[in-house]
């Protein structure tokens, strides 16, 4: 089992009741529940993130290259897709 540590932290007392609520209806602890919740955040937090990083990455390639699909090549390609063809994508082009 990996080392843990403590963290605080301080729940009105709506919030409190409502996780205790889901705890008791999953058959598990609290403290179970409210580590899944953070887990999940941060896991989420992470995706945009990288997602953010991504996206500048993209704009900074296109800026320098003009490499490019457009949005009705893309609606083409995934008119097709849906119509069971299998298809490449679009190639970028300037």
């Known amino acids: 089992m990996a080392a843990t540590s403590t963290a605080s932290?301080?729940?009105?007392?709506?919030?409190k009741a409502r996780i205790e609520q889901v705890a008791t209806d999953k058959r598990r602890s609290s403290q179970s529940i409210i580590r899944e919740a953070i887990s999940h955040y941060v896991e989420?937090?992470?995706q945009r993130a990288?997602?953010?990083r991504d996206t500048l990455a993209a704009?900074?390639?296109f800026e320098a290259t003009g490499l490019h699909v457009t949005n009705d090549e893309v609606n083409a390609w995934f008119d097709r897709l849906d119509a069971g063809e299998r298809v490449p994508p679009p190639e970028c082009h300037t």
């Open 9 to 15: 932290i301080k729940l009105d007392p709506e919030m």
């Open 59 to 61: 704009l900074e390639e």
């Open 50 to 52: 990288q997602f953010d």
């Open 44 to 46: 989420r937090e992470e």
